[in-house]
């Protein structure tokens, strides 16, 4: 069958189909504001009129390209094109500006490369086993998920004040969080009326005001991104061999993204935050993060292209998407009459086989143009900001309105936007603010459905085996910043008190 | 002379028959207020794919405005300017739900009701390795303690049909409320929860798979995909409900026009090729009249706003 399958690839069309879905997906994803789901959604009815192989294979590759695209604009212009992304842009722009970004990018596309590869290998050695893992989650599971990536705000702070501000931020997003339908009792909260706020506010138009837009207002004062000390090394397109040390972070996050990704639910974000806070745990120079860490940038990248693969176990297997992609990327199976289950392995196999081996394709094709096109791509960085500016803006405006097609969310980002700033010149984290946000909802769902589950008691969140190794993992994230954090304050007080 | 050019201009303006005529003569927007890849969106396409048959020249643009339940698609349509050129699909019992518990910005007569063309009957389903066999057990268990039922948020056609089930045999579920199918799949296919109500559609490939089983059909007949599968009326509890998905256009539209779109409505929905692409989809046909859609929706409406009554969300 996977012979059939191979032979199916290899034909112009379907290669052609392949490339054409990667770099528009690397498009895609690199414009702020346009996300997988939109373009996987906008090709549904052009594969009408194709094959439903090369339909498919077009939307496996959009998917790919993309997730990797968004880590270009993060790196470069700290605009992170997804909200999986916002983790490479804190390690990533910092290398930027000291004139380290074709690097960068560079080491993001190893490491998207190696986290999507090895997840689809896993996707196609054992979906089936990985699927029955992901079924034992449930909403216990999922609030402590997404407990997990929360304790993720302890590791954007450093010292004690920092911290501080870290969980206010945080504690920020999660407020904002609250806005929109209660999802158990269906009741409007803080909506004043306006229907586009009855789904809460969304997340994409805050971020791209957030990150986007406050960063453009910020470079205002300055010619270029790259600091003007770093410039030469920009225009040098010397090659310059990876780091060492991060190889590790890269099966780190591959390893932390399959696995999280499997788990349906928004699994990206969660995936590239827990893979960037164990990476810094484990790394041998965690004073280097925040500050330009390409281990970061390679868990974090490895940690959200591990999700693709990951994501599409249950799609595949039981028809539950993992991600808001993958739904779409199911509807596009579904037209063409193929309904997820055992019949796709077996009755359509072929096209399913071939549809998964198109991803380890896809997986070359954004490698090989992150590595050839990274130098190049690095000269936007240089890009005169009175140039920068307007085009990023434009981008910024037109991407906020048209995730829901809605005037509110241009209104939100832009407000999003002001309140970045203020927030970032006081010292409070962005990171951790857009982590509340999109987490605060997940948790909250997770924790009123367990206690309906748990007819209201809150034994289930530790009578579970899968949630108690939650717990443990959580518990051992959490311990070992504090400690460091304190010993730190310790030592600071000592050295006020002798001086 | 001028003045037969003033008459002929007036005349113009105020009957446009030409125009008539020739309806469409640009693109007709139809507003899908759900998701791109969504089953409603799919039933849009498939539509549009079987109209060109009939009007060859006639261009349709989908526009999926999804969120808050359909919401801002059903009021985007109700406000959208009644020339013929946007009409939009709506479902319930979402479309209704909104009314009842008065967050919608419009009314059933906002809408001049085309007619509707898919539907999704709702199941009850519990997991595999679930004793309960059929709707017998599953309301004596429901009786002896208390059952987790998952339904798809409140108010939608999941949870109206949980309503109906503890009107009729006096018991009471655990409602779950979740996100949508996607959720609730995974929480029958893992055995989190005691039963689902939830769309035949969404569970039929796993029912065939032996990974979970439906118990009931809530319709009047069996569904062909799945004849092994006994309705709720002949297990005893005629309990019936199906999501339905119509089409509508904004209210004052011409009465020409309307016309022009009802036929068209009715013409695809017995196009064999349109037949064809709905049942490779595993989507279900319901073909109803504007009028005998109408009368539906009022009825649902009228029993939706029984359930708010009792306890209002």
Known sequence: ?499 | MRKVLLLAMAMALFFPLNALASYPEKPITIIVPSKAGGSTDTSARLFIKAAKKYWPKAEFVVKDVSGSGGLKGFEEIARAKPDGYTIGMVFTTQIVAHIVSKRAHYTLDSFHIIGNAMQDPLIVAVPENSPIKNLKDFIKSAKAKSMTAAVNGIGSDDFVAAKKFEQQTGVKFNLLPTKGSTEQKAMILGSHIDASFMNLSQLQAQHKAGKARIIAILADKRSEILPDVKTAAEQGYPVSMTATRGFVAPAGISKDIAAKLDDLLQKVNKDPGFIADTDKGVLFRLPMTGPEYLAYLKKLQAETQKFYDQNPW
Not at chain 1, 290 to 301: N, V
Not at chain 1, 341 to 369: C, D, H, Q, R, W
Not at chain 1, 410 to 419: H, K, P, R, Y
Request: hydrophobic share 50%.
């Open chain 1, 1 to 499: 069958m996977i012979l059939q399958a191979l032979h199916a690839l290899f034909t112009p069309v379907s290669l052609f189909a392949i490339f054409i879905g990667t770099t528009s997906g690397v498009i895609v994803g690199g414009m702020p504001g346009l996300t997988a789901t939109m373009a996987v959604a906008l090709l549904i009815p052009v594969t009408f009129a194709l094959e439903p192989l090369t339909g498919l294979l077009l939307m496996g590759g959009v998917y790919c390209g993309a997730m990797y695209g968004g880590s270009i604009p993060a790196i470069l212009l700290r605009t992170p094109g997804t909200p999986a992304a916002v983790a490479t842009a804190i390690e990533g722009y910092p290398m930027t500006q000291q004139g380290k970004g074709g690097l960068a990018l560079k080491i993001s596309a190893v490491a998207s490369f190696t986290g999507g590869t090895f997840s689809t290998l896993i996707l196609l050695m054992i979906a089936p086993a990985l699927a029955t893992f992901a079924l034992t989650f449930g909403p216990p599971e999922y609030f402590l998920l997404a407990l997990l990536g929360l304790a993720g705000i302890v590791s954007m702070a450093d010292d004690e004040n920092r911290l501080v501000k870290a969980l206010i931020s945080g504690f920020i997003g999660l407020v904002l969080a609250v806005v929109g339908t209660d999802p158990i009792s269906g009741m409007l909260r803080y909506t004043m009326g306006v229907t586009d706020l009855f789904d809460g506010i969304a997340f994409m138009p805050a971020l791209i005001g957030m990150f986007s837009l406050s960063q453009m207002l910020e470079l205002t004062g300055t010619k270029q991104v790259v600091d003007e000390a770093a410039l030469a090394t920009t225009k040098k397109f010397k090659r310059e061999p990876l780091p060492k040390g991060i190889s590790k972070s890269i099966w780190l996050g591959s390893l932390i993204g399959t696995v999280i990704g499997i788990l349906p639910g928004e699994g990206a974000t969660i995936a590239a935050f827990v893979s960037y806070n164990v990476a810094k745990r484990r790394s041998k120079n965690p004073q280097l993060f925040g500050k330009g860490s390409p281990e970061g940038i390679a868990a974090a990248e490895a940690g959200n292209n591990g999700c693709v693969g990951g994501s599409l176990v249950p799609t595949l297997t039981l028809g539950i998407p993992g991600n808001s992609v993958a739904a779409a990327l199911l509807g596009g199976l579904l037209i063409h009459g193929l309904v997820p289950g055992p019949e796709l392995f077996t009755t359509y196999g072929v096209m399913t086989y071939a549809f998964i081996l198109s991803l380890f394709i896809a997986n070359i094709i954004f490698l090989l143009l992150g590595l050839f096109m990274a130098p190049y791509f690095a000269r936007i960085s240089m890009t005169p900001t009175n140039m920068l500016i307007p085009v990023v803006c434009l981008f910024s405006v037109l991407g906020a309105y048209a995730m829901n097609n809605s005037i509110t969310d241009v209104f939100i980002s832009l407000l999003f936007g002001l309140a970045a700033i203020i927030l970032q010149k006081t010292g409070f984290s962005l990171g951790a603010l857009i982590l509340g946000l999109i987490l605060g909802p997940i948790a909250e769902t997770g924790f009123a459905q367990a206690l309906i589950i748990g007819h209201g008691s809150y034994s289930i969140f530790f009578t579970r085996p899968q949630a108690l190794a939650l717990w443990v993992i959580i518990i051992l994230l959490l311990i070992t910043p504090m400690i460091q954090i304190y010993k730190q304050s310790k030592q600071e007080k000592k050295e006020q008190t002798i001086g």
